[in-house]
Structures are given as C-alpha cells and as structure tokens.
C-alpha cells in the first residue's frame, strides 16, 4: 500500500477528498476508521476534517453520530466548529425532520457567536415551510431581513412564494413579492414559474392584465407554460395584453 512506501507522508486535503468520498457513498463508519487511521499516522486533525467526519454520519442520517462528534469538535481548542460545521448538521437535522435539534443549534451558535448564512437559513425556512411550522419560519425569515451577513436572496423569495402559491393563499403570496422586491431582490425566471402556476391553479387570469403580469406572459410563452395542468394555455398578440384560451 502507498502509505507502508518510506515516501509516503499523510496529506491533509488527500484525507478530506477520501473522506467527502465515503460520506456521499455512505460508509460513515468506514470514514470514521480513515480518520482514526490518519491520526494514528500523524496527520493533525482540523476543523475541516472533522467537519467532513460528521457530514459523513449526516448524509447516511445517523444525527446522533454527528451530534456525538460535534461534542468531540467543542473539546478540541483547534477543532472548534464553525459556519460550515453547524450549517451542515442544520440541513440534515431539518432533512430529517428533527426541528427541536435545529432550534439548540440556533441557540448554541448564539452562544458561539456563529452567524448562520443565507444558504443555511434558505434550507431551515423551507423546512420550516414544508412542515407547516409558519411560527419558526416567520422568525428565521425576519432575522435575514434584519441580518447584514445572511440577507434573503431570490432563493429566499423563490421558496416563500412557492409555499403561499402552493396553498392557494395568493394574497400573501403577492404581499411577499412586493415586500421582496423593495428588499431590492430582482425575480428570476423560476420566481415567474411560480406565480404563473399559483395564478393558473386558482384560475386568476385577470392577474396577467398588470405590468408584471405582461412580463409573466411573455416569460411563460416563451417557455411554453401551461398555466393550469392540462387544459389551459395562454396567447399573446401584439399590441395586446395577455389572454387565456381554454383548449378544446
């Protein structure tokens, strides 16, 4: 084997790429004797590394696991967590459905002076979402709207637009647009998608008559957007506002 070669010396970022590579083909377990075999062989362990450890028990579910070597990382004065540490056991506490957990990291990342970034609070209020708890995605949505390091993005924008649309509530769907449009987010083709569907599902076609609705429009026919599930489809003549036909 290459390490028994009287060459050989162990290379931190050759252990990190083995180890991402293990956690994604989930061998949690082989990934934690590669890291106990990389000490054992002199490589300094980082927060980096262990970082990569507990993505590995993360993407296999095992939470528990990557919470156990999360106390191990609070023990170790050059291995403290960072960001990246608590961002990726947020993503797989919210995956996993385990919104108490979410809440003591929060809590403890407070404590550590840790600011969440956007990314991370994109994944924890669309779980937020999708589980129906509006209280807690309401808190985390108004924290980025006041935070000058994990400000809301179109991602952000995207993710409660589709929320409202999806349940029909079309009125707050709009209030949010408007509020995220004076937040200076600028909607992007997907953002469009989404109103297009909301508006078709509850068959609101008179909404298409605005400024932003000649814009959906022309976005729509341009990709070709059915604006109900099969029966309903959209024209655009020149010169004219947008006008649904139903399709015989």
Same mark, same amino acid.
């Given at each position: 084997?290459?390490?028994?070669?009287?060459?050989?010396?162990?290379?931190?970022?050759?252990?990190?790429?083995?180890?991402?590579?293990?956690?994604?083909?989930?061998?949690?377990?082989?990934?934690?004797?590669?890291?106990?075999?990389?000490?054992?062989?002199?490589?300094?362990?980082?927060?980096?590394?262990?970082?990569?450890?507990?993505?590995?028990?993360?993407?296999?579910?095992?939470?528990?696991?990557a919470f156990s070597i999360l106390n191990q990382m609070k023990t170790l004065p050059r291995c403290q967590p960072d960001v990246f540490t608590y961002s990726t056991l947020l993503k797989a506490c919210v995956d996993a459905s385990r919104? &108490?957990?979410? =809440?003591?990291? *929060? @809590?403890?990342?407070?404590?550590?002076? %840790?600011? /969440?970034? #956007?990314? +991370?609070? $994109?994944?924890?209020?669309?779980?937020?979402?999708?589980?129906?708890?509006?209280?807690?995605?309401?808190?985390?949505?108004?924290?980025?709207?006041?935070?000058?390091?994990?400000?809301?993005?179109?991602?952000?924008?995207?993710?409660?637009?589709?929320?409202?649309?999806?349940?029909?509530?079309? &009125?707050?769907? =709009?209030?949010? *647009? @408007?509020?995220?449009?004076?937040?200076? %987010?600028? /909607?992007? #083709?997907? +953002?469009? $998608?989404i109103l297009i569907g909301a508006y078709g599902k509850k068959r609101m076609y008179d909404k298409m008559s605005s400024d932003d609705g000649e814009v959906l429009c022309r976005l729509g026919s341009q990709m070709q957007i059915h604006?109900?599930?099969?029966?309903?489809?959209?024209?655009?003549?020149?010169?004219?506002?947008?006008?649904?036909?139903?399709?015989?």
């Amino acid at each position: 084997m290459l390490r028994e070669q009287p060459f050989y010396q162990p290379k931190e970022w050759t252990y990190m790429k083995l180890l991402v590579l293990l956690g994604k083909s989930g061998q949690p377990l082989r990934a934690h004797q590669l890291f106990d075999t990389m000490v054992e062989e002199g490589c300094e362990p980082t927060t980096e590394l262990y970082t990569a450890l507990l993505a590995s028990y993360c993407r296999s579910n095992l939470i528990d696991e990557a919470f156990s070597i999360l106390n191990q990382m609070k023990t170790l004065p050059r291995c403290q967590p960072d960001v990246f540490t608590y961002s990726t056991l947020l993503k797989a506490c919210v995956d996993a459905s385990r919104f &108490e957990l979410v =809440e003591s990291l *929060y @809590e403890e990342m407070d404590e550590r002076s %840790i600011t /969440p970034n #956007t990314v +991370t609070q $994109n994944i924890v209020l669309s779980g937020y979402g999708k589980a129906g708890k509006f209280d807690q995605m309401e808190k985390v949505l108004s924290g980025m709207l006041e935070s000058t390091s994990s400000k809301p993005d179109v991602w952000t924008m995207n993710t409660i637009l589709r929320l409202f649309g999806n349940k029909g509530q079309i &009125e707050i769907m =709009e209030k949010w *647009y @408007e509020k995220f449009r004076n937040f200076g %987010i600028e /909607p992007e #083709t997907r +953002t469009f $998608n989404i109103l297009i569907g909301a508006y078709g599902k509850k068959r609101m076609y008179d909404k298409m008559s605005s400024d932003d609705g000649e814009v959906l429009c022309r976005l729509g026919s341009q990709m070709q957007i059915h604006l109900s599930p099969s029966d309903q489809n959209f024209q655009v003549g020149h010169g004219q506002s947008c006008k649904f036909h139903r399709i015989s």
